[in-house]
Antibody, heavy 124, light 109 residues
Framework: QLQLQESGPGLVKPSETLSLTCTVS??????????WDWVRQPPGKGLEWIGS???????YYDPSLKSRVSISVDTSKNHFSLAVSSVTAADTAVYYC????????????????WGQGTLVTVSS | QSALTQPASVSGSPGQSITISCTGT?????????VSWYQQHPGKAPKLIIY???NRPSGVSNRFSGSKSGNTASLTISGLQAEDEADYYC?????????FGTGTQVTVL
């Protein structure tokens, strides 16, 4: 059973870069067919997919966020990370890490494992 | 790309059935059978309840069912129970990226 855990600062100043890490336990981040995602949820609002990464380093981003977002992976530490640059108050949200897979023996292209989420507030 | 459209709220009495719609476009829901549904209780992470339009993950109640017609997917909850009161989100694959629905608050009367 995979477990995901987000970590990082809960407060970021406007115009700075938000950085979060998701540590994967109970399995390898290099598992075939698995992709590692970031999803956010502004207070009182809906879910927004930010992007995903494969252990090989291939990345996929939401087109509307692509210019400010970077996702990276460290297979030696079994974790992946999110960076969002030039943040504003609109980036205040609970940030979740999650996973999905594309193999035949899984819940294909569905987010099956989630972290508990971490609130990041953008404020001076 | 825009979020998939869901009704803001749906309600029903215990034992009744309710259906939540999720309307996208020919670029997402209409083309791919990778529609999934999530249940989210307050302060909790979302939980996968339907994948690939109509499949239930292991351990999810068979009171949850999914379907799709054209650009619209649907989630039906039958035999509504108090524990079903939560927010529900659909999601669709859209060729290298994913999009979520606007979310539906389900109230058990």
């Amino acid at each position: 059973q995979l477990q995901l855990q987000e970590s990082g600062p809960g407060l970021v100043k406007p115009s700075e870069t938000l950085s979060l890490t998701c540590t994967v336990s109970g399995g390898s981040i290099s598992t075939t067919g698995y992709y590692w995602d970031w999803v956010r949820q502004p207070p009182g609002k809906g879910l927004e997919w930010i992007g995903s990464i494969h252990y090989s380093g291939s990345t996929y981003y939401d087109p509307s966020l692509k210019s400010r977002v970077s996702i990276s992976v460290d297979t030696s530490k079994n974790h992946f990370s999110l960076a969002v640059s030039s943040v504003t108050a609109a980036d205040t949200a609970v940030y979740y890490c999650a996973s999905h897979c594309t193999s035949n023996n899984c819940y294909v292209r569905a987010f099956d494992y989630w972290g508990q989420g971490t609130l990041v507030t953008v404020s001076s | 790309q825009s979020a998939l459209t869901q009704p803001a709220s749906v309600s029903g009495s215990p034992g009744q059935s309710i259906t939540i719609s999720c309307t996208g476009t020919s670029s997402d829901v209409g083309t791919y059978n990778y529609v999934s549904w999530y249940q989210q209780h307050p302060g909790k992470a979302p939980k996968l309840i339907i994948y690939e339009v109509s499949n239930r993950p292991s351990g999810v109640s068979n009171r949850f069912s999914g379907s799709k017609s054209g650009n619209t997917a649907s989630l039906t909850i039958s035999g509504l129970q108090a524990e079903d009161e939560a927010d529900y989100y659909c999601s669709s694959y859209a060729n290298t990226f994913y999009v979520f629905g606007t979310g539906t608050q389900v109230t058990v009367l």
